[in-house]
Nanobody, 120 residues
């Protein structure tokens, strides 16, 4: 399994950005796909996931939207009203746990990350 994230960049506060992640090496309709992020000098944190359930971190609710194209093995993260504190490397991940919101240790495949920088 390979995950390839893309779409990061430098934007200003209030702008929008859409991240994409392509999964290859199988079919993942019954998997949960998620997004995590890691800011400088901070631990990795959950952002959003979409399987049977859709979940968001409180810090991004109402601003970020996760979506999937099952046929294309793609997951997207639409990020609106970006804030400087959203600056981080964003990672997509794949979990075989579909009926629950997986914890980060329940993801077994990770992409390489894409950097999002939000200037004030």
């Amino acid at each position: 399994v390979q995950l390839q994230a893309s779409g990061g960049g430098l934007v200003q506060a209030g702008d929008s950005l859409r991240l994409s992640c392509a999964a290859s090496g199988g079919t993942f309709a019954a998997y949960t796909m998620g997004w995590f992020r890691q800011a400088p000098r901070k631990e990795r944190e959950f952002v959003a996931s979409k399987g049977k359930r859709t979940s968001y971190a409180d810090s991004v609710k109402g601003r970020f939207t996760i979506s999937r194209d099952i046929d294309k093995n793609m997951v997207y993260l639409q990020m609106d009203s970006l804030k400087p504190e959203d600056t981080a490397v964003y990672y997509c991940a794949l979990s075989p746990y579909y009926g629950i919101t997986p914890s980060d240790y329940q993801y077994d495949s990770w992409g390489q990350g894409t950097l999002v920088t939000v200037s004030s």
